[in-house]
C-alpha cells in the first residue's frame, strides 16, 4: 500500500558520493559574464589599500542602484544610480555608462553620461560624446571639442594640508654645531626658520 | 586666417576690445561666478579658472534649437515654451552672476522670447556686473556666419566659423541701447570682421 508507489519506480543507480545533479530552477540567478569586482571572490574587503592596478567593472548590461563605495579603480558602462565613491581611485564612465549620482573620485573619466555632481581631487577627463549635467570641483579638468557639459566649474587647488608630510619638528642641534646662547624665558621660536 | 574649402571652418584670431573689458573687471578680483553661454570649451574654462574664478556654462544654442527645434523662431513666442527654455537655460537666483559671455547667441532669438532673455540676464546679474555679446554690425542681412567663440588671451578671441543661420533679428547702435535699456551702461565696439561688440554693465 505506502510503498506501492516507491516500488513502482524505477530503481535509482547508487552512486556514493557524487550528489545527483540538481534541477534547474527557475529562481536560480543567471550567472552575469560581466565581472562586478575583480576582488577575490568578487568581496569588498575594507582593508585591502588598493594600488594593486585592479579595475571592479560594472557591464553595459548591468544596473545598479544606491552606492557604491570602491577601493580600486572602477570602469561603469552599465546604468547607475545613487553615489560613487572612490577617493583614492579612478572612476572611468564607459561610453554605455549612464550614471545618476553624486560622484566623489581621485580622478574621473567621462566617455558615457553623467548627470550629478563631481569631486575630482585630482582631474577630470570629459572626451567627445561625453554628456556631464552637474557641478564639478576638481583640481584639473580637460575637455575634448563635442562634450557637452551644462552646470559649474570650480578649480581647487589641492590642500597642501592632505599632502602626507612631517609635521614641523625643533631642528635638531647637531652635536658639530655650536650650541645656541640661551635666552632665558623666551617662547620658543615657532614659525621662524 | 586658413581657409581650404567653402564648407571648411574658418579659422581666426583677432584683438577683442569687448573681451578685454571685460576681463579688465573681473581680472582683478577672484572668486567670481561666470556664465558662458557657448557652450564649454577648454580654452575659455582654462582663462576664466585660472583667473580664479568659478564657471558656469551653458549651450545656449544647443538648448534653443532643443526647446524651439531647428526651424528657430517657431514658436518663440509662446509664453510657456519661453518659461520652459529659461528654465532650462538660465536657472540662477537673482544676483547670483558677476559676468556673462553671452556671444552672439541673442541675435537667434525672435521679439519675445529675446525680451526674455535680457531681462533674465538682469535679473541673475548682480548689480554693477557686465555682460558681453555681439551682433553683427550689417542689419540687412538675411543669413549670418555661425561663429564659435574661445578665449585666446585676456585681449584677443580665436574665431571659428562655419556655415551660417538666419537670424531671427539683427540690431542697429539706437537698437541694441533699447534692447539693454534696462542696463546701466552700454558700450559699443566694432570689430574688422563687422561684428559690434556689445558691453553692458547691469
Known amino acids: 500500500m505506502w510503498n506501492k508507489r ?16 540538481a534541477a534547474p530552477s527557475p529562481v536560480e540567478p543567471k550567472k552575469e559574464a560581466t565581472p562586478v569586482s575583480s576582488m577575490p571572490g568578487g568581496r569588498f574587503e575594507p582593508e585591502h589599500r588598493g594600488g594593486g592596478g585592479g579595475v571592479a567593472t560594472i557591464g553595459k548590461a548591468v544596473k545598479v542602484v544606491g552606492q557604491i563605495f570602491s577601493k580600486e579603480d572602477l570602469y561603469v558602462d552599465g546604468d547607475l544610480e545613487g553615489s560613487v565613491e572612490a577617493l ?25 553620461t553623467i548627470h550629478g555632481n563631481v569631486e575630482a581631487a585630482e582631474k577630470i577627463e570629459i572626451r567627445k560624446d561625453a ?3 552637474g557641478d564639478i570641483r576638481t583640481a584639473r579638468i580637460i575637455i575634448e571639442d563635442g562634450a557637452y557639459f551644462k552646470g559649474s566649474i570650480d578649480i581647487v587647488k589641492p590642500d597642501p594640508g592632505k599632502t602626507p608630510h ?18 632665558p624665558s623666551a617662547p620658543a621660536p615657532e614659525g621662524k626658520r | ?17 569687448g573681451l578685454d573689458e571685460f576681463f579688465a573687471y573681473i581680472r582683478g578680483q577672484s572668486g567670481l561666478k561666470i556664465l558662458d553661454l557657448g557652450g564649454v570649451n577648454q580654452q575659455n574654462v582654462t582663462v576664466i579658472t585660472n583667473l580664479g574664478h568659478r564657471l558656469y556654462s551653458e549651450d545656449f544654442l544647443r538648448l534653443l534649437t532643443e526647446t524651439f527645434g531647428s526651424d528657430d523662431t517657431a514658436d518663440q513666442s509662446n ?22 559671455l553671452v556671444w552672439d547667441v541673442l541675435e537667434y532669438l525672435s521679439p519675445a522670447l529675446l525680451t526674455a532673455v535680457v531681462d533674465r540676464l538682469h535679473s541673475i546679474m ?34 571659428t566659423q562655419q556655415g551660417s543661420r538666419r537670424p531671427a533679428q539683427l540690431f542697429n547702435n539706437r537698437g541694441l541701447e533699447k534692447l539693454f535699456g534696462r542696463f546701466e551702461s552700454v558700450k559699443f565696439f566694432l570689430t574688422r570682421d563687422r561684428l559690434r561688440e556689445v558691453i553692458a554693465k547691469s
Open chain 1, 6 to 21: 516507491r516500488d513502482d519506480e524505477p530503481p535509482r543507480p547508487v552512486v556514493p558520493n557524487i550528489p545527483a545533479p
Open chain 1, 88 to 112: 583614492e581611485h579612478k572612476l572611468t564612465i564607459g561610453p554605455n555608462g549612464t550614471v545618476h549620482a553624486g560622484i566623489k573620485a581621485r580622478e574621473v573619466l567621462a566617455l558615457g
Open chain 1, 131 to 133: 554628456k556631464l549635467v
Open chain 1, 166 to 183: 612631517k609635521a614641523p619638528q625643533p631642528a635638531p642641534v647637531a652635536a658639530t654645531q655650536p650650541a645656541p646662547v640661551p635666552v
Open chain 2, 1 to 17: 586666417m586658413a581657409r581650404s574649402s567653402p564648407n571648411e571652418p574658418i579659422v581666426t584670431t583677432r584683438p577683442s576690445r
Open chain 2, 79 to 100: 509664453p510657456g515654451q519661453i518659461d520652459y527654455f529659461l528654465r532650462q537655460a538660465l536657472d540662477y537666483g537673482e544676483d547670483q552672476i558677476d559676468g556673462v
Open chain 2, 126 to 159: 548682480r548689480p554693477k556686473s557686465y555682460l558681453l555679446s555681439f551682433f553683427h554690425s550689417d542689419d540687412k542681412l538675411d543669413s549670418v556666419p555661425r561663429y564659435t567663440f574661445r578665449i585666446q588671451d585676456l585681449a584677443q578671441l580665436h574665431v
